[in-house]
């Protein structure tokens, strides 16, 4: 797999806030409202919309539009590509366990 540096950063930005795990659990049960994650976290409209750019930025989650509010939801592409990512970065290269990789 080739990861696009940017890209791979951004899904571990969006990674490295409570709020944004928070966030995250509560999409994990299926789509969300604005107003009901602004409900269970207890942030400012402002503060949640911040969040939101990141982990939409990311490509983790996805928004709908509708009426005035946004609908969230965990993006099975970008959760994809993240757990792709994670594996590839964690992965070790050294394949004979007798000679050390250095």
């Known amino acids: 797999m080739n990861l696009d540096d ?13 709020n944004r795990i928070r966030i995250l ?3 994990k049960t299926g789509e969300k409202c604005a107003c009901k994650l602004l409900e269970e976290i207890n942030v ?3 503060t949640l919309s911040h969040h939101m750019k990141i982990l939409c930025d990311s490509g983790i989650v996805v928004g709908r539009k509708d009426g005035k509010w946004t609908h969230y939801s965990i993006s099975p592409e970008g959760a994809a590509y993240a757990v792709k990512a ?3 970065l964690t992965k070790t290269t050294c394949t004979d366990e007798d000679e050390p990789c250095c």
Not at 6 to 18: N, P, V
């Open 25 to 27: 659990k509560l999409l």
């Open 6 to 18: 940017k890209r791979t950063a951004m899904i571990f930005k969006a990674f490295c806030d409570e």
């Open 44 to 46: 400012t409209q402002p």
């Open 86 to 88: 994670l594996n590839e």
